[in-house]
Nanobody, 118 residues
Framework: QVQLVESGGGLVQPGGSLRLSCAAS????????MAWYRQPPGKQRELVAT???????NYVDSVKGRFTISRDNAKNTVYLQMNSLKPEDTAVYYC????????????WGQGTQVTVSS
């Protein structure tokens, strides 16, 4: 059984930091592209950051310079370090594992709430 379990969300003041973690089980973690998505209230889910199996990293423009995605294949875990948080970062953050050559090609975590407010 595949599980992606996110943790680390919470309430933080503007300018603060949070570190999200996503622990995977039931998959060969090292061959999956791992990603963080978020869904703000009343809006569609959007891609935030990705790290491929080879370590290639991409970010959405709105988080560049503030967020850092990383993976630890030994721990089957992907992280999202979020600094200089803004109210517009408020969303439910989801972990995703993707491999085009597997079926199913995508797995999702249950989501963790991040609220940035004073």
């Amino acid at each position: 059984q595949v599980q992606l379990v996110e943790s680390g969300g919470g309430l933080v003041q503007p300018g603060g930091s949070l570190r999200l973690s996503c622990a995977a089980s039931g998959i060969i973690f090292s061959i999956y592209t791992m990603a963080w998505y978020r869904q703000p209230p009343g809006k569609q889910r959007e891609l935030v950051a990705t790290v491929t199996s080879l370590g290639r990293i991409n970010y959405v423009d709105s988080v560049k310079g503030r967020f850092t995605i990383s993976r630890d294949n030994a721990k089957n875990t992907v992280y999202l370090q979020m600094n200089s948080l803004k109210p517009e970062d408020t969303a439910v953050y989801y972990c995703n594992a993707h491999n085009t050559f597997r079926s199913p090609s995508d797995y999702w975590g249950q989501g963790t709430q991040v609220t940035v407010s004073s």
